[in-house]
């Protein structure tokens, strides 16, 4: 598999980030949001087929992926809301108004700095974004009612338990090796805890305190896409979510599921620079 290398730290109020870029510096700034259990690696192709035309920014979020996995940690989704606003002043981003697209977890981060924090964005295009009630896989909600029994599994048996859980993201299937690029940061003696805590911390209520009426002062062009076979946030809250952000526009993928990083990495790529410019 293609390397991918986040060469660059920076010190948060909740750990060490590990991030980088792609394309030529001054380029129209692009940031890209990755979501749970994934990692900015979902992100490589997308990222490497807008580098021609955006500084593309890639980061893990504290917790996850290459960035730092500790107990005690707040990974709380306010708190990467945070972070990621943080992030925005570090690169130098903050007037500038860059474009940001955000998967799952991402979207309710990149709203929330946004509504919250007062961050301004050029554009914004949600990926199958955990937002509205109704979102979380059954496998998701069993483990956030339970993290005290799977999070004493034995190594092997919670490998086995990360891989089906997020094979479970794509539609058609993974390819074997990128499947175990998205498992491996979770099985290690760091990763296990880290993959239950960030559940335990971000329940399916965690979401709640950005209603409707907040989402209706989204002041930014957006774009809500989703796959349209995702079997962990069901299709119906594409509808809602579009309908409820002023002027968002809605773009289904057919045959993919909640990666459609992965499933339809081409037609996603082609949707969000088009958008994008």
Aim: contains cysteine.
């Amino acid at each position: 598999m293609t390397q991918w290398l986040l060469d660059r730290t920076y010190r948060s109020t909740s750990g060490e980030v590990r991030w980088t870029t792609l394309g030529e510096d001054g380029a129209p700034p692009l940031v890209l949001l990755h979501g749970t259990p994934f990692s900015s690696y979902v992100w490589r192709g997308v990222a490497r087929a807008l580098a021609d035309r955006f500084q593309v920014y890639v980061w893990d979020l504290p917790g996850y992926g290459a960035s730092e996995m500790s107990a005690g940690q707040d990974v709380s989704l306010a708190q990467q809301a945070e972070v990621f606003t943080e992030l925005l002043a570090h690169w130098g981003l903050t007037d500038r108004e860059p474009t940001v697209v955000a998967h799952d977890f991402g979207g309710y981060v990149a709203l929330r700095a946004h509504l919250v924090h007062g961050v301004r964005y050029r554009r914004l295009a949600l990926v199958g974004p955990t937002t509205l009630p109704g979102w979380g896989s059954a496998t998701y909600r069993l483990l956030g009612e339970h993290p005290d029994v799977f999070s004493q599994l034995p190594p092997a048996l919670h490998r086995a338990l990360v891989t089906e859980y997020i094979s479970s993201a794509s539609s058609p299937g993974m390819h074997p090796a990128v499947l175990e690029q998205l498992v491996a940061p979770w099985c290690t003696e760091q990763g296990q805890p880290a993959f239950y805590r960030q559940i335990e911390q971000n329940g399916l209520d965690v979401t709640a305190d950005l209603t409707q009426e907040e989402y209706r002062r989204v002041s930014v062009p957006t774009l809500v896409t989703w796959g349209a076979q995702d079997a962990w946030n069901p299709v119906t809250l594409a509808h809602d979510l579009a309908a409820v952000i002023p002027g968002a526009r809605l773009h289904l993928f057919e045959g993919a599921g909640h990666l459609v990083q992965e499933d339809a990495p081409a037609e996603l790529a082609a949707a969000l620079g088009a958008f994008a410019a």
